[in-house]
């Protein structure tokens, strides 16, 4: 389970999908901040009504290898999805209630916010990792830049910081 300030995340759920090739600091490290992330956009966004987080692992970015996000480095850039979402392999859906995140087996109706997450699969090989994320649909994508540094995962960069302010204010 991943305890943030206000939020509580069924990390089991997740885990029980991973795959001998994932990384767990990796996915809790992700997790924790992208939490972090729901709770501030969850108060940005209309509180009202139902909202979701859906997680999902992602094997084949459509153009990992011919682009780049070249923020704190350079990352394999997620492209070429248009206003589709990543094709995922598996997916974790989770309803919020009251400052906990509940695995369902299917959404309560079709009115509820999404909050996406596509993660790439096979991190344990690698030592950095962009993470795709969308809200309702019309929002603009948010990348998610971590690297493992001295042997722990770190959120090195967000594709909107010059929104949200420097990466330094993420919380690990």
Not at 30 to 40: G, K, P, R, T
Not at 105 to 113: E, I, N, Q, Y
């Amino acid at each position: 389970m991943i305890v943030t300030e206000k939020l509580i995340l069924p990390f089991e759920a997740i885990e029980a999908k991973l795959t001998a090739d994932d990384d767990r600091a990796f996915w809790q490290t992700a997790l924790a901040v992208l939490a972090e992330e729901f709770i501030h956009r969850h108060g940005e966004e209309s509180a009202k009504g139902d909202w979701a987080v859906v997680v999902g692992a992602c094997s084949h970015w459509k153009r990992p290898h011919q682009t780049r996000w070249t923020a704190a480095g350079g990352f394999a850039y997620p492209e070429g999805y248009q206003q589709y979402f990543p094709k995922l392999d598996w997916t974790v859906t989770m309803l919020y209630r009251e400052g906990r995140l509940l695995p369902v087996t299917k959404l309560p109706g079709k009115r509820v916010g999404l909050f996406q997450i596509a993660m790439p699969s096979r991190t344990l090989r690698h030592k950095q990792a962009a993470v795709l994320t969308r809200w309702p649909t019309g929002s603009k994508s948010v990348l998610f830049g971590f690297r493992k540094l001295n042997g722990k995962w770190k959120c090195v960069a967000v594709s909107d910081e010059k929104v949200r302010g420097p990466v330094a204010s993420i919380p690990d």
